[in-house]
């Protein structure tokens, strides 16, 4: 394929950069615990210094894969499929969410909602991040907030994007991983005081699960 033809179809979001791909039970958040098919893309520009996928960064390392191809073999593992990544909203969604849409299933995205959103989605997660601010539209969408909880001003960032979010998002605190010893303690004192929020584990961490 010529370079063109291949920018071309990565501009729609027919080709995209495809990392790896994995059945296994969705760890975080508001669905912890329901296994789900996960579709990780690779690129992102955040440059979160915890981000436990820095190997996600880089499109270039990941292969080029065509949407369909992606679809055809996620149908055959779940009903939900979580796209993540990398930044998943790096990428047009569209073609990749109506495709696995026309399948039946129940699409969920992992998003720092940096980007654009595209896709249409049954389930959006924000993970905010400091570096680079979601987009008002992830704020208006989003179904869960789920904020990375590194130090103490956290906090206070994350109150700042409750703010931001509509009236119906599910509000959680995840401790970064690297720090849960000294963080965790902090956040079930925070939800305690603060009781709209809740707290969200890596539970696959702990299961020794992918
Ligand atoms: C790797 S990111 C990919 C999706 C998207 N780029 C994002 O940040 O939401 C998936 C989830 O893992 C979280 N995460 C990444 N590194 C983490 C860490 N060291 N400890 C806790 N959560 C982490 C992110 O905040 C996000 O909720
Ligand atoms: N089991 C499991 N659950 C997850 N929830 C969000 C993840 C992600 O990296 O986006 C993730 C992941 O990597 N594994
Ligand atoms: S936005 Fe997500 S993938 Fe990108 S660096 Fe941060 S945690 Fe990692
Ligand atoms: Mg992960």
């Known amino acids: 394929m010529k370079k063109s033809e291949k920018q071309e179809l990565i501009d729609h979001g027919l080709l995209l950069p495809l990392m790896e791909e994995f059945y296994t039970?969705?760890?975080?958040?508001?669905?912890?615990?329901t296994a789900a098919y996960?579709?990780?893309?690779?690129g992102c520009d955040v440059g979160c210094h915890w981000c436990d996928v820095k190997e996600s960064w880089n499109a270039e390392l990941h292969p080029p894969t065509m949407a369909d191809a992606i679809v055809e073999n996620a149908a055959k593992y779940s009903k939900t499929i979580v796209v993540t990544g990398g930044e998943p909203l790096m990428w047009n969604m569209d073609p990749l969410t109506s495709k696995l849409k026309a399948e039946g299933l129940q699409i969920h995205i992992e998003t720092s909602g940096a980007y654009e959103l595209t896709g249409t989605w049954d389930w959006i997660c924000l993970s905010p991040k400091k570096l680079k601010l979601p987009t008002q539209a992830v704020y208006d969408k989003a179904d869960e907030l789920k904020v990375i909880v590194y130090n103490k001003d956290d906090f206070r960032f994350a109150e700042e994007q409750a703010a931001k979010v509509n009236k119906d998002c599910i509000l959680f605190?995840?401790?970064?991983w690297s720090k849960r010893d000294k963080v965790v303690p902090e956040i079930v004192d925070y939800v305690m005081a603060n009781p709209k929020w809740k707290v969200s584990l890596q539970t696959h961490k702990y299961l020794n699960i992918p």
């Open 38 to 42: 996960f579709i990780r893309l690779g």
């Open 25 to 33: 039970i969705q760890g975080e958040g508001f669905h912890k615990g």
């Open 173 to 176: 605190l995840q401790p970064e």
